[in-house]
């Protein structure tokens, strides 16, 4: 049973759903969010513009693809700002946030660390960089987004489904197990046993990606392809490295929102990393799924069969991560 100060919490929180205003680090977020992906749309309308002028079209279906994504960010930080946002259909909001959530968010470790490393490799001769003004513009669009949508989304969350934030992850896997309500009591906690049976087996596949992310980010060579274009430089290696640290917090977060991620855990941060977890393994994995498919496109580094594999494991096991986290965020009185 939650205690009167979190009952006191989720109960102004529920007003703050009802009323759908957003404080001002919600609107400041979100507004900070739509600006800085503006610039990234501004970057890939320039490119559409000038591979059509020039008669240059191959990636004009790809920018087209990344224009309607940065369209989509865009509209999801106004939603973030507005109290229209909190009034959005709850399958139109999940995907965008999460699989946004999902690109950007979980890039973040590696767009700091990555930071303060020297300079990579330089353009080979003949192949020019972008303009100045176009990095410029990308990354401040991609760091600018993430930056606002780890406050903006975890404040947004809250504030749409405050019951999934409001109590400790131990109490939430308690009631869970043992069933709070006086009628089907065994019932309810065998169900619960067999859901926190359910949530060890969704562990596995994120576990082993962790594993294999982690051996070649240390740089082994096992299921990598000779024949392929050799990327072991250091930027390669910390992009798997962060793949890996995602992959973990997913872990991680089943684990504690099953009642063993200590007693004093919050549901906001298994909830919080478990979401963009999911969704960078989905989003990335569905990504370069994308890439993979059309033979002859791109060639990875591993051996195609084992990247098919890899990414189809990530797709599913961010997918059913989601699908626990969803359940979990049903208030106490659904559950009992």
């Known amino acids: 049973m939650a205690g009167p100060a979190v009952a006191a919490r989720l109960a102004i929180m ?35 513009a000038l591979e059509v002028r020039h008669g240059t079209a191959d990636w004009v279906l790809l920018n087209a693809v990344t224009v309607v994504m940065a369209l989509a960010g865009i509209g999801l930080g106004l939603a973030l700002a507005q109290p229209w946002g909190m009034r959005l259909p709850a399958w139109l909001v999940v995907p965008v946030v999460w699989i946004s959530g999902g690109f950007l968010v979980s890039m973040l470790p590696y767009l700091v660390v990555s930071s303060l490393l020297a300079p990579g490799t330089p353009e080979p001769a003949g192949e020019p960089g972008l303009p100045a003004w ?32 409001a109590d400790r992850a131990t109490d939430r896997a308690t009631d869970r197990a043992s069933g ?29 990606l962790a594993v294999l992310w982690t051996y070649w980010a240390a740089g082994g060579t ?33 684990r504690a929102l099953n009642g063993r991620g200590g ?10 990393l478990g979401f963009v977890a999911s969704g960078s393994l989905f989003a990335w994995g569905a990504w370069k799924l994308l890439w993979l498919l059309p033979p002859g496109v791109y060639q990875p580094a591993e051996y195609r069969w084992l990247a098919l594999a890899e990414h189809v494991v990530a797709v599913g096991a961010g997918l059913a991560m989601l699908v626990t986290l969803v359940r979990s965020t049903r208030p106490a009185s659904a559950r009992s």
């Open 180 to 208: 709070r309500a006086s009628d089907g009591a065994a019932d309810r906690a065998a169900v619960g046993a067999g859901a926190g049976a359910r949530t060890r087996w969704i562990m596995v596949p994120p576990a082993a």
């Open 14 to 48: 529920r007003v703050r759903a009802a009323i759908g205003a957003p404080t001002l680090p919600r609107r400041a977020a979100g507004y900070a969010a739509a600006g800085a992906m503006s610039l990234y749309l501004l970057v890939k309308v320039v490119w559409i």
């Open 134 to 165: 176009e990095t410029v513009f990308i990354g401040a669009g991609f760091l600018g987004m993430a930056l606002a949508l780890v406050v903006g989304l975890p404040l947004y969350l809250r504030d749409r489904w405050p019951w999934a934030f």
């Open 222 to 254: 096992a299921g990598l392809d000779p024949s392929a274009p050799r990327t072991e430089g250091a930027d390669a290696r910390l992009l798997l490295a962060d793949s890996a640290l995602c992959a973990v917090c997913g872990v991680w977060s089943l």
């Open 263 to 272: 007693a004093r855990t919050p549901s906001w941060l298994p909830m919080a």
